[in-house]
């Protein structure tokens, strides 16, 4: 409940600080979305429908938990649905 008052409370001061933008990224945790429905509810009508929203797989927290110890082959080798992230951004 704090959080959701907070974020009501922000968009306004953050529409007016900031001004209308084009584009809101979000992590897809249901906490993240929502504080940006939110933050996007305060907005004027006509900024707010102009917003593309997109969720982005890389803005989450990250524990590399298992991943700590794996060499950069080890890791390839697990996760190859990353190598385009990689060919375009580099190794993280």
Known sequence: ??????A?????RLWTAQGPF???W???YARTRETL???LAGAPAGPRAR???RHHLFLRER???YTYDMTE???RRAFPWLQAYWDTYGPV
């Open 73 to 75: 082959r080890e890791v």
């Open 37 to 39: 429905e939110r933050l």
């Open 63 to 65: 524990d590399t938990g």
């Open 22 to 24: 084009d584009l809101a």
């Open 1 to 6: 409940a704090r959080g959701r008052r907070q």
């Open 26 to 28: 979000h992590s897809g």
């Open 51 to 53: 917003v593309a929203v």
């Open 8 to 12: 009501d409370v922000s968009a306004p």
